[in-house]
Each structure stands twice: as C-alpha cells, then as structure tokens.
C-alpha cells in the first residue's frame, strides 16, 4: 500500500532551527512536495523535489533521498508565524497525490 | 488573479438535505482537484477533472457524493442526502497543466466547512 509518514506534533523554539521529516512508501515516485497550512486557511506550496538533493529557498530548506524514501523540511530563524501544519505530499507512479496527515508545528517565544 | 473561489465559505445543514459546493478555478488553469479534510483522515482527494472530464473519481466516498465541471470556470461538488459524518472543509484546487504533470503546484481556495447535524 502507499504510505507516508511524518511526526503528528513538534515544537520549536522563536529563532531556532526546525528540521520535520517524512518517509513515504508509494507505487513509484514522480517527486515531493512540502505545503504549509495556517489553522483554518488553505495548504499553500512550499517546495517540490524530483532530484536527491537540498533545495533552499530563503528560510525554508527542503531535502529529498529517493533511495531511502525520504524527506526533510528544514526551517531556519523560526518566527511565531511559521506556527502551522506542515503537509507532505508524494507523486506516485500514476501521478497522484498521495498525502501525508501533516506535521503540526508549535513556535514557542 | 482572485485566486480560486469557493462558495459557500460555511454551511450548516440538517441530516437529510441536498448540498451543494461551488468552485471557480483560477482562469486557464486545465485541472481541478476536489479535497476533503478532517481532523480523523487528514487531506483525501476526492475527484479531479482535466480541462472538464472527470479523471479518477476513486476517492469520492459513496453514491451520495457527485461531482460535475460544466465549463472551464465552474464545477460543483453535491452531496445528497448529507450525513453528520460528512462534516468536514473541503477545498477544491486547480493546477495550469494537466493533473498528472511531475511538479505543478496546486492553488487551493479557501474552503468550505461543512457541518452537517
């Protein structure tokens, strides 16, 4: 079956660094996405991923080992606003999305 | 850009009743994607559609649950009749190019909370 894995809580401290991880088990892989989702808004794209590697976009990193099935999504400089839900999401070998139940973030001044 | 539009962004209802969610994709975006969430289940996608064909319907839960795209700009989500345990926010989501292209991000809307009682 297709599965993917990621911690339910983690809390971090206002200007610390933050690394969530996912591991995924899909039919295949077309890539991986990172979305993040404020309490009660709409998931909003962070990063995708095809290629093993480190992909950085300002504070925000994200990594991605396809032979070990598995991802990071590294936050640096925490701010109280980056307090949220942090999504994974696979392509599979259909090209679905298949979804991860999110990581829920809690920044601490 | 408005972005996608979803309407209603809340609807209370009785056990029983039709209901209906409306979605305006973002203009010239060719897939749209419908997405149930709940505390319990997380993120299921329901349905999705490419330039107004529905794709993969696998998702969509039971009969009770129909969905139609009729034109480029508009597609429904109808549950009939509603049960409690359908209570959940539901987004719809839209893409520029074909569901299935490796990377392309999705745009979702706001969302409608659904409560069904």
């Known amino acids: 079956g297709q599965n993917i894995d990621q911690p339910t809580e983690m809390t971090a401290t206002e200007g610390a660094i933050v690394q969530i991880n996912c591991t995924y088990q899909?039919?295949?892989?077309?890539?991986l996405f990172w979305y993040q989702q404020h309490a009660g808004e709409a998931p909003t794209f962070l990063s995708y991923?095809?290629l093993d590697g480190l992909e950085e976009k300002g504070r925000f990193s994200s990594f991605l080992s396809r032979s070990k099935g598995y991802s990071y999504l590294l936050l640096k400089e925490l701010q109280m606003k980056d307090s949220a839900s942090y999504l994974c999401?696979?392509?599979?070998?259909?090209?679905?999305?298949?979804w991860g139940a999110g990581t829920k973030l809690i920044i601490k001044p | 850009d408005a972005g996608v539009i979803q309407s209603p962004r809340h609807e209370v209802t009785e056990m029983g009743q039709e209901v209906t969610l409306r979605c305006k994709p973002i203009?010239?975006?060719?897939?749209l994607f419908w997405y149930r969430q709940t505390m319990m289940r997380g993120l299921e996608l329901l349905i999705y559609?490419?330039?107004?064909?529905?794709?993969?319907d696998s998702g969509m839960p039971e009969d009770r649950f129909s969905a139609k795209m009729p034109n480029a700009s508009f597609s429904t989500l109808k549950i009939q009749p509603s049960e409690p345990r359908d209570s959940a926010v539901y987004f719809c989501?839209?893409?520029?190019?074909?569901?299935?292209?490796?990377?392309?991000?999705?745009?979702f809307g706001p969302g409608t909370r659904l409560t069904v009682l």
């Open positions: 989501a839209s893409t520029p190019k074909d569901a299935g292209s490796p990377g392309d991000e999705q745009f």
């Open positions: 203009s010239g975006h060719n897939s």
């Open positions: 559609f490419n330039n107004n064909v529905p794709i993969d």
């Open positions: 899909t039919s295949g892989f077309n890539g």
């Open positions: 991923n095809v």
């Open positions: 999401a696979v392509v599979d070998s259909n090209y679905q999305l298949i």
